[in-house]
């Protein structure tokens, strides 16, 4: 069943790359269903995690056949 386009299925989330500009981040290990908006799981090459809130604002574009995901994050996120 085709989703409305800006929707995915999490097998669809989970892997991808993300990046903010140019800097690689890390990958998509899970995606956290949440009352307000999912969260991606993120896990950086350093083997940190972090959450990416799956919102407008944050998720700038995901481009599944590129295996990327362009991120602007909130200031102090990644502290």
Same mark, same amino acid.
């Given at each position: 069943?085709?989703?409305?386009?800006?929707? /995915? @299925?999490? #097998?669809?989330? !989970?892997?991808? =790359?993300? /990046?903010?500009?140019?800097? #690689?981040?890390?990958?998509?290990?899970?995606?956290? +269903? =949440?009352?307000? +908006?999912?969260? @991606?799981?993120?896990?950086?090459?350093?083997?940190?995690?972090? /959450?990416?809130?799956? !919102?407008?604002?944050?998720? *700038?574009?995901?481009?599944?056949?590129?295996? *990327?995901?362009?991120?602007?994050?909130? #200031?102090?996120?990644?502290?």
């Amino acid at each position: 069943l085709p989703l409305p386009e800006g929707h /995915y @299925y999490i #097998f669809q989330i !989970v892997g991808l =790359s993300v /990046y903010e500009g140019e800097q #690689f981040l890390g990958k998509v290990t899970d995606v956290i +269903n =949440s009352p307000a +908006n999912d969260l @991606y799981l993120v896990e950086t090459p350093q083997k940190k995690t972090f /959450y990416i809130p799956a !919102v407008k604002d944050i998720v *700038r574009k995901i481009d599944v056949e590129a295996g *990327r995901i362009d991120v602007q994050l909130p #200031f102090g996120l990644l502290e």
